[in-house]
């Protein structure tokens, strides 16, 4: 089973920073990484896809980027509505999902 | 535009087994372009991949509950469904279910399921 290790596990921003997510792979898992986006009491919504393809209707500010075993998210300039919990999740072999990590803005 | 909802019991007890469905709309889960899958997350905790399965083929399940879950589809009524076996306190969750294309782009509510007697 691949295992996704994402870091921080927190991060507390000011609105207009940039946000830098990490998602590390035990394996390879080629470009085959999504990352998504969950706020409190809703269903999770898709960001990226394939590493680094925005999903419909995702705002620029959200990019991302890297293949292999080394994944990141960037957040160029970010928004208080952007305050969430983000899950990187791997399909290249099965399906798993990270373990998630909360940013907070001040 | 394609939509998900999922529907079930809320509470189930100990050791008995859990049915949920998906009611597909707006599209038809005989689209061989896309799987489509099960994800839960305890409360508080992060998402966990459950199965997906793709044009009525053997589903593919999360190795940890390859022995209690199965997952099915009901192509007359456009739905697919999830079973799962022998609950345990462990299995309290919101259960969602979702498309995956490249990626789970589209998902369902979710349905929140407590295992308690």
């Known amino acids: 089973e691949i295992v996704l290790t994402q870091s921080p596990a927190t991060l507390s921003l000011s609105p207009g920073e940039r946000a830098t997510l990490s998602c590390r792979a035990s394996q390879s898992v080629r470009s085959y990484l999504g990352w998504y986006q969950q706020k409190p009491g809703q269903a999770p919504r898709l960001l990226i896809h394939d590493a680094s393809n925005r999903a419909t209707g995702i705002p620029a500010r959200f990019s991302g980027s890297g293949s292999g075993t080394d994944f990141t998210l960037t957040i160029s300039s970010i928004e208080p509505e952007d305050s969430a919990v983000y899950y990187c999740?791997?399909?290249?072999?099965?399906?798993?999902f990270g373990q998630g990590t909360k940013v907070e803005i001040k | 535009q394609l939509q998900l909802q999922e529907s079930g019991p809320g509470l189930v007890k100990p050791s008995e087994t859990l049915s949920l469905t998906c009611t597909v709309s707006?599209?038809?889960?005989?689209?061989?372009?896309?799987?489509w899958g099960w994800i839960r997350q305890p409360p508080g905790k992060g998402l966990e991949w459950i199965g997906n399965f793709f044009d009525g083929r053997n589903p593919y399940y999360n190795p940890s509950l390859k022995n209690r879950v199965t997952i099915s589809a009901d192509t007359s009524n456009n739905q697919f469904s999830l079973r799962l076996t022998s609950l345990s306190a462990a299995d309290t969750a919101v259960y969602y279910c979702?498309?995956?294309?490249?990626?789970?782009?589209?998902w369902g509510q979710g349905t929140l399921v407590t295992v308690s007697s």
């Open positions: 707006g599209g038809s889960i005989t689209n061989t372009a896309y799987y």
């Open positions: 999740q791997q399909r290249s072999t099965g399906w798993t």
């Open positions: 979702a498309r995956d294309s490249f990626a789970f782009d589209i």
